[in-house]
């Protein structure tokens, strides 16, 4: 005698899940593609007290994409009013002294000429919006203050130079170009030092990376700075037509360490150097994504979708019932999965009790 067949079906959640998650991948592609062809981004270093026009010329370094125009940059710019930055100076636990706490950027933005100026505060993992671009805090490092003057008093340099650091103590290192000086250009190298001290082994090293006892450990070089008029970086000296120049005997070179407010008398009628002071300066880095909302969305579609697939079980489920003949009736029950369920029993225990009314069935 034939029975009546009765099935159900659940988990078609899993596959629109895989579907979704597969379609969002594409919108991820789709995104960061136009954002490297139509974005651009940037970096640059600004001392404490300096102001950056979204220009090409203000970057240190700007990298746009193959349709990116960078003559049409969004016109804003900005100060950089004050860099706070807090290091751990307790012993607390392995490793802890010296350990960067904390890094605040207080900016004045300007959206456009003209515009209003915002105070705006920049911090790690929250970067600052302007129109078309997110600025982002990377880093930070500090630019001793410096004026040279010529053996006639004459200021030939005087402002901020940026060091960068090399050590989780922040000993810094760079160099001073003089091209004003004369009768020949001037180059100083050498470190910075948050905290210096010299020891017998290590020479002059930083101690501690906050402005504690700041000191100047400075070597110096004559000649022609840039030979050829070839290009160099601004940390380094290209010594190729420089000569270093050495102390007031002649024996060693010249080694100048100086603190805030020092002068040192240069050997040889080459002027002086004074440490006024130091400033800090932040590292910035510009972007401008103009697919990043495709991007973001895409990327949590698909966090969603793989959710689902990873979440929901597809079941079916199914019951025959066949008349016996001499009264009464058959009931069979089964389920079938995709994949390992353990609860798959569970579901076959729950609808025979509710079938045959052994049992309420367990919650």
């Known amino acids: ?76 710019s900005f100060t950089l009013d004050k860099l706070d930055v807090s290091f751990e100076d307790q012993v607390t636990g392995a490793g802890q002294f010296g350990q960067p706490r904390d890094f605040t950027a207080y900016l004045t933005t300007t959206a456009e000429p003209g515009a209003t100026p915002v105070k705006q505060v920049l911090k790690v993992n929250h970067p600052v919006e ?85 000191k100047l450990a400075l070597g110096l070089y004559e000649g022609v700075l840039n030979p050829s008029g070839q290009a160099s970086s601004v940390y380094t000296l290209n010594t190729k037509e420089m000569t270093q120049v050495k102390s007031a005997d002649g024996k060693d070179v010249l080694r100048l360490w100086l603190s805030p407010g020092e002068t040192v008398t240069l050997p040889g009628d080459r002027g002086s150097i004074t440490f006024d002071g130091v400033t800090r300066w932040a590292g910035l880095s510009i972007r401008h994504d103009p697919a990043r909302n495709l991007t973001l969305g895409s990327a949590l579609l698909a966090l969603g979708g793989l959710i689902a697939t ?54």
Do not use: C
């Open 1 to 76: 005698m034939r029975g009546e067949t009765i099935a159900a079906e659940t988990g078609y959640l899993k596959e629109s899940g895989n579907l979704l998650f597969h379609i969002a991948v594409v919108g991820v592609i789709v995104g960061v593609a136009a954002g490297h062809i139509w974005g651009w981004k940037g970096d640059v270093i600004v001392p404490v007290g300096n102001s950056f026009a979204d220009t090409m010329v203000s970057y240190d370094t700007l990298s746009p994409g193959p349709r990116a125009d960078p003559t049409q940059l969004p016109p804003f």
């Open 130 to 214: 302007m129109d078309g671009a997110t600025i982002f805090l990377l880093g930070n490092g500090y630019a001793p203050i410096v004026t040279v003057k010529d053996a006639h008093g004459a200021i030939v340099y005087s402002g901020p130079t940026v060091f960068l650091a090399r050590d989780n103590n922040y000993t810094s290192s760079g160099a001073i170009k003089v091209p004003a000086a004369t009768p020949k250009e001037l180059g100083f190298f050498g470190n910075f030092l948050p905290t210096g001290v010299i020891t017998e082994h290590t020479g002059p090293i930083s101690v501690f990376p906050d402005v504690r006892d700041p």
């Open 310 to 363: 990873l979440l929901v079980r597809r079941r079916r489920v199914f019951a025959r019932v066949t008349p016996r003949p001499h009264g009464g009736s058959v009931v069979e029950i089964g389920a079938l999965a995709k994949a390992d369920d353990d609860g798959l029993q569970d579901v076959v225990d729950r609808l025979a009790a509710a079938v045959t009314g052994a049992g309420r069935p367990p919650r």
